[in-house]
């Protein structure tokens, strides 16, 4: 089992900056590949980007390729994703997800574990 908890939402303005972390429980986060997904009022919940286990590969939506960041830190059980540049079409709830599998994992059905979301509100 791995329990995720997101935190660093917020409200910003338009082309401000937030990073959103996501700790995870227990000994074997390393073995995980992480995603964040956000999902808009009255939306489904999208892929917005993606890191494998190791750190070494990473993977984003179009609509956030360039402005943000996914990162993880394996000795302190965390990802992490650095936003910059942020639109108002950028407001979601962000949640983060873990995975045993490897691959694009741009899927929900593809994770495993989810987080409770972080509200990220970006004023124009």
């Known amino acids: 089992q791995v329990q995720l908890v997101e935190s660093g939402g917020g409200l910003v303005q338009a082309g401000g900056s937030l990073r959103l972390s996501c700790a995870a429980s227990g000994r074997t986060f390393s073995r995980y590949s992480m995603g964040w997904f956000r999902q808009a009022p009255g939306k489904e919940r999208d892929f917005v980007a993606r890191i494998s286990a190791s750190g070494g590969n990473t993977y984003y939506a179009d609509s956030v390729k360039g402005r943000f960041t996914i990162s993880r830190d394996n000795a302190k059980n965390t990802v992490y994703l650095q936003m910059n540049s942020l639109k108002p079409e950028d407001t979601a709830v962000y949640y983060c997800?873990?995975?045993?599998?490897?691959?694009?994992?741009?899927?929900?059905?593809?994770?495993?574990?989810w987080g409770q979301g972080t509200q990220v509100t970006v004023s124009s």
């Open positions: 997800a873990a995975t045993r599998y490897g691959g694009i994992l741009v899927a929900l059905s593809e994770y495993d574990y």
